[in-house]
């Protein structure tokens, strides 16, 4: 039986991972959670999964591959280090950053193979092998969102980002708080773990029967449920335009052209009724966006990913130079986690 081990340290990881968890499980082979920080709500966990509490565990684990959606893992785990990312922020600093952690970057779509490829010609210690995002694979059969009031009428996802400098919450709330009020449109608001909670507060502050503030914490069914998306520079627009449905953005940082994007909150109105009759041109660009971002609809990306982790561990070390220490790095993983031992 193969062990392999979850390396997370934020919340979002849970749905971005148990896909591929399902599909370990499937084979025959179990699955091990480790939390870095104190970031991570272990009352997530559920009663059926394995966590583990200190480093040594892991150790004497000996995963087979470490699967890591953020963006550090220690050196002195055992196994295979291999990215899966935590959305599509192919446009947000960092990216595209090689911090000489992993062995094996799983990536969503061409877009980001062709970067991480360009990459590994420069820093040759890692291999790019293009597999779709595991937590995609749910998202065209989950069920949707069950909508809580009597409410009816087109069903609007609000998902802002939660930079402070890139965030639309604070300059839509009046906004969104009147549409609300005055349309037949019903607004779902989905926050980012990170949000300010100042921000979470006073939209609840405002909830009605046509204006909901989601506490799941799972988005999938909420993407399903929706009609469109309003959001700003998120990462979840990608997920949503795989459904092949509408997105307008406030103040987007590189607007493109399978989103709406609008400068004022005053455009919002009118950006609505567009999305709710989409153009030709614009579910073209849609669609052409998916190609490049993440063309698997198939629900099959967490297998293609252990099949990546087993071709990368077969050919080994093959064509590749040895991964840099980087001991500062590696010396502040150790503080972090309490771990002195080899």
Known sequence: MNQYLFYISQNYAFEILRPLQTEIRRRGDQVHWFTEGD???????????????????????????????????????????????????????GHFRIRDCFDLYCTQGPLFTRKFEQLQAEHPHFRVLETGWPKTDPLFSVEPYPWPTPATGPLILYAPTFSPSLTSAPALLEHINALSRQGDARWLIKFHPKMDPQ?????????????????????????????????????????????????ITFNNLQPEAHILNIS?????????????SPSADWQRAIEENINQLHPYTDGQSCSRILEAVDYAIALGSEGLNKKPVNLFRQLKLRLKLGYWGR
Not at 219 to 235: E, G, K, V
């Open 199 to 247: 921000w979470i507060q006073a939209y609840k502050a405002v909830q009605h029967e046509a204006l909901v503030v989601a506490q799941d914490s799972a988005i999938n069914p909420l993407l399903q449920a929706a009609d469109i998306m309003l959001s700003d520079t998120s990462s979840v627009i990608t997920e949503f335009c795989l459904l092949k449905k509408p997105v």
């Open 39 to 93: 970031e991570v709500d272990r009352q997530l966990f559920l009663s059926d999964e394995s966590v583990l509490s200190t480093v040594a565990e892991v150790i004497a684990m000996g995963p087979k591959a470490v699967f890591v959606p953020g963006n550090y893992v220690p050196s002195f785990i055992p196994g295979l280090k291999v990215q899966v990312f935590h959305g599509f922020e192919w446009k947000k600093k």
């Open 264 to 276: 004022s909150p005053e455009q919002l109105s009118g950006a609505i009724q567009q999305a709710l």
